[in-house]
């Protein structure tokens, strides 16, 4: 898999967007990118995945850089459930998956 | 329904028991996971049953046993652990026939060994 960097906290302020950042220099042509997020002491969630293509569902947009280099997931008005660690996770899709989750980036959305 | 359950919620053992975990889902999903969190740390991959048949073991101590009796249940059976085995173990399921990739997570059992 290919391996994937995220600051390790960034804070937004409720209500605004927050811009979160995944490098992932390494990722070949299959690969797609996903995201998940967990809420302190809950199972991680789906956000969205996308394989070069900007994304968009009801949670949140992903803005993949034309080279695939890199990602940001982009949450368009922040609020204080958003607060959660966020995982950028590179893999191909499809069977059964070995997930390997980085360190992710801790959001903190604040009043 | 895309919801993963877990039983217990919480659990609390001695060294010496023999415990299990529960996890269940109605999606129709035939890949089931295990996996184990400490805390502060990223969610680790331990097993990975597909089609009701392990297919990843990752070098898990054999004190921990899974088992999947049926496409919607995972078991996993604990015994003789160690304090260092405390932690949060989620479960999870997908369908690996799916073009997409998602992993439904339960909310997870917090597990205490004294």
């Known amino acids: 898999d290919a391996k994937t960097t995220q600051p390790p906290s960034m804070d937004c302020a409720e209500g605004r967007a927050a811009n979160l950042p995944c490098n992932h220099s390494?990722?070949?042509?299959?690969?797609?990118v996903y995201w998940y997020r967990q809420i302190h002491s809950q199972g991680p969630q789906y956000i969205i995945h996308?394989?070069?293509n900007n994304e968009t569902n009801e949670m949140a947009s992903l803005i993949i850089t034309e080279d695939r280099k890199s990602s940001t997931l982009i949450l368009p008005h922040a609020t204080l459930r958003d607060t959660a660690v966020y995982y950028c996770?590179?893999?191909?899709?499809?069977?059964?998956?070995?997930?390997?989750f980085g360190t992710g980036t801790k959001l903190q959305v604040i009043p | 329904d895309t919801e993963v359950t877990q039983t217990p919620k919480h659990l609390v053992m001695g060294m010496t028991n023999k415990k299990s975990l529960k996890c269940e889902q109605h999606m129709g999903h035939r890949a089931m996971y295990w996996y184990k969190q400490k805390a502060k740390k990223p969610p680790e991959l331990m097993f990975v049953y597909s089609y009701e048949k392990l297919s990843i073991n990752e070098s898990v101590p054999s004190r921990f046993s899974p088992e999947c009796p049926n496409s919607s249940l995972l078991n996993l059976h604990l015994h003789a652990l160690q304090p260092e085995d405390s932690a949060l173990y989620l479960c999870?399921?997908?369908?690996?026939?799916?073009?997409?990739?998602?992993?439904?997570f339960g909310p997870g059992t917090r597990l205490t060994v004294t």
């Open positions: 999870a399921s997908s369908q690996p026939a799916s073009g997409s990739y998602e992993q439904y």
């Open positions: 996770i590179v893999r191909v899709p499809g069977g059964y998956q070995k997930v390997t």
């Open positions: 390494t990722i070949s042509g299959n690969e797609y």
């Open positions: 996308g394989l070069k």
